[in-house]
């Protein structure tokens, strides 16, 4: 059975850092864009970072210069390294595998495979 696990989350004080890892079970990243997106209560899950097949990164506007991703498309686990974390940062966080080319890499409609979510907490 094909499984995303992510892992990593917890509760810290603003400005603090975490590192968030999304492990695959059953598939191989390879040739794949994964994508990271987060939702917070009463909130649309909303993208956060993508890694693409060449290695490309991508971010949100509200993350750019604070977090980055990493992984190598080799191996079934890509990162999060999440710094300088702020209370708005606080949701759940996911990982996906895209899998439809339509729209963009934004978009959840993009995207068919999840993990279950780990939950990160910011207090200021």
């Given amino acids: ?3 995303l696990v992510e892992s990593g989350g917890g509760l810290v004080q603003a400005g603090s850092s975490l590192r968030l890892s999304c492990a695959a079970s059953g ?3 390879r040739g794949k864009f994964i994508g990271w997106f987060r939702q917070a209560p ?3 899950r909303e993208f956060v970072s993508g890694i693409g097949t060449s290695g490309m990164t991508y971010y949100a506007d ?3 210069g604070r977090f980055s991703t990493s992984g190598d498309s080799a191996k079934p686990t890509v990162y999060l ?3 300088s974390l702020k209370p708005e940062d606080t949701a759940v966080y996911y990982c996906a595998v895209r899998t439809r080319y339509v729209s963009d ?3 959840t409609d993009e995207y068919s495979m999840w993990g279950q979510g780990t939950q990160v907490t910011v207090s200021s």
């Fill in 1 to 3: 059975q094909v499984q």
């Fill in 27 to 29: 598939i191989t990243f």
């Fill in 105 to 107: 890499y934004r978009s």
């Fill in 42 to 44: 009463g909130m649309e």
């Fill in 81 to 83: 390294q999440m710094n």
């Fill in 62 to 64: 509200s993350v750019k």
